[in-house]
Nanobody, 126 residues
Framework: QVHLVESGGGVVQPGGSLRLSCAAS????????IGWFRQAPGKEREGVSC????????YYADFVKGRFTISRDFAKNTAYLQMNSLKPEDTAVYSC???????????????????WGSGTQVTVSS
């Protein structure tokens, strides 16, 4: 069983930055797929960025390319989402997820994941 805890959310002005963390326990994430997802009020959950299992390839939704960066620290068993140039439309609850058998760009699909954190609120507002 994998337990995930997100942190780093908050309120930031447009153009600002935040770094979200996803700390894992119960299993090592070294070769797992890791995904960041978000859900705004009244909208469906959408994939933001992910790391594929095994080869560690990274994928981004078009609406965050060039602004967000996903990474992970093997020693800390933690994944990160660096978010720059934030926009009001980035406001949402951001959640991380992991699974050992998701490969390639499928890691942007939330339905493939078995393990989820509870989420952290990100609000972009002036």
């Amino acid at each position: 069983q994998v337990h995930l805890v997100e942190s780093g959310g908050g309120v930031v002005q447009p153009g600002g930055s935040l770094r979200l963390s996803c700390a894992a326990s119960g299993s090592r994430l070294n070769s797992y797929a890791i995904g960041w997802f978000r859900q705004a009020p009244g909208k469906e959950r959408e994939g933001v960025s992910c790391i594929s299992a095994l080869d560690g390839s990274t994928y981004y939704a078009d609406f965050v390319k060039g602004r967000f960066t996903i990474s992970r620290d093997f020693a800390k068993n933690t994944a990160y989402l660096q978010m720059n140039s934030l926009k009001p439309e980035d406001t949402a609850v951001y959640s991380c997820a992991t699974d050992p058998v998701i490969y390639g760009s499928s890691c942007l699909q939330s339905t493939h994941y078995d393990y989820w954190g509870s989420g952290t609120q990100v609000t972009v507002s002036s």
